[in-house]
């Protein structure tokens, strides 16, 4: 209790609400819901907030920009379509075309396709070693191997009002930092939109600045 009190800081609260949204964007597609969610006025505001730092900007103001178009659409629907499209085709069917976004895969250089031996190997098992030790479990309905991006993202997240700074960056290194610039690279080299792309770039330049940020306060 006196470790929750003494990390659970107001600084450390909006670091854990930036990796919940990165979280929750590469966790499923945009639908309907989430879209009114990121695109309400609490929501812009706090986009707002992270747009004041010229690293995290433009990847910001892509992000609001999908957004709002999509919101503003003419056929709203079929927009969020059209961006499922892209969610399932970068992320879910595992082609040459695809940036899959498991760790496994970047932190292995002999992982040329998806493989599911590979998917629920040593990464997967590390991540729900740690998922355990905090009393965490993935939800059901998120059927993914706990190296996913996602489950990562949200245990950071998790970590930011737990623990001190330096398990936190010994953490990020290890089993972020170690592969996300690779998968960025992937993304940026297949993704024909923006959004994602966007989306990877911000959650690359949050993480680096994120790790200095810790560096510095220890």
């Known amino acids: 209790m006196n470790d929750k009190i003494l990390y659970n800081t107001p600084m450390n609260?909006?670091?854990?609400?930036?990796?919940?949204?990165?979280?929750s964007l590469f966790a499923k597609e945009l639908d309907q819901q989430l879209l009114q969610e990121l695109t309400a006025s609490?929501?812009?505001?706090?986009?707002?907030?992270?747009?004041?730092d010229p690293l995290l900007s433009q990847d910001i103001e892509t992000i609001n920009s999908v957004l709002n178009s999509t919101l503003n659409s003419v056929n709203t629907d079929h927009a969020l379509l059209?961006?499922?499209?892209?969610?399932?085709?970068?992320?879910?069917?595992g082609t040459k075309h695809?940036?899959?976004?498991?760790?496994?895969?970047?932190?292995?250089?002999?992982?040329v396709a998806k493989d599911d031996v590979l998917l629920f190997g040593e990464q997967h098992q590390q991540?729900?070693?740690?998922?355990?030790?905090?009393?965490?479990?993935?939800?059901?309905?998120?059927p993914e191997p706990s190296d996913h991006i996602a489950v990562i993202l949200a245990y950071v997240a998790h970590q930011a009002?737990?623990?001190?700074d330096s398990t936190q960056l010994s953490f990020i290194r290890q089993y972020l930092h170690a592969w996300l610039p690779r998968f960025v690279d992937r993304l940026t080299s297949v993704d024909t939109g923006q959004f994602y792309s966007a989306i990877a770039h911000?959650?690359?330049?949050?993480?680096?600045?994120?790790?200095?940020?810790l560096k510095g306060a220890q």
């Open 13 to 23: 609260q909006g670091r854990s609400m930036v990796y919940k949204l990165l979280s």
């Open 127 to 142: 991540m729900q070693t740690y998922l355990k030790q905090s009393q965490l479990t993935v939800q059901s309905e998120f």
């Open 82 to 93: 059209e961006l499922a499209a892209d969610y399932c085709g970068l992320f879910l069917v």
């Open 98 to 111: 695809s940036a899959s976004p498991y760790a496994s895969l970047y932190l292995n250089d002999n992982a």
């Open 42 to 52: 609490q929501a812009q505001a706090f986009f707002a907030q992270l747009a004041s």
């Open 161 to 164: 009002c737990a623990c001190d």
């Open 202 to 213: 911000l959650t690359l330049a949050w993480v680096e600045s994120d790790c200095e940020g």
